[in-house]
């Protein structure tokens, strides 16, 4: 059964930081890029950052240099860090495989404000 569990979202002060977790099943993540996605409501989700099983990172051009993303591949999860945030960063956020899958968790909502 394909399981992807979001968590570490909350309320942050721009600058601040947050680190988000993804547990993810075993037949989904083992050899697959996974993916951090973002939504803002009435917008359409966005691609944040993805790693390869190889651990090759990509990220958005509005994310480069304040978000980090990695992956262990024995514990089946995959991690945001998110650095020097800043309020257009809120969002729910959500892991899922790149290209995405149509099983999609419940996401961790991040919250940027002072």
């Known amino acids: 059964q394909v399981q992807l569990v979001e968590s570490g979202g909350g309320l942050v002060q721009p600058g601040g930081s947050l680190r988000l977790s993804c547990a993810a099943s075993?037949?989904?993540?083992?050899?697959?890029?996974m993916g951090w996605y973002r939504q803002v409501p009435g917008k359409e989700r966005e691609l944040v950052a993805s790693?390869?099983?190889?651990?090759?990172?990509n990220y958005a051009d509005s994310v480069k240099g304040r978000f980090i993303i990695s992956r262990d591949n024995a514990k089946n999860t995959v991690y945001l860090q998110m650095n020097s945030m800043k309020p257009e960063d809120t969002a729910v956020y959500y892991c899922?495989?790149?290209?995405?899958?149509?099983?999609w968790g419940k996401g961790t909502l991040v919250t940027v404000s002072s």
């Open positions: 075993e037949i989904i993540f083992r050899l697959n890029t």
């Open positions: 899922n495989t790149r290209p995405s899958s149509n099983s």
């Open positions: 790693v390869t099983p190889y651990v090759r990172t």
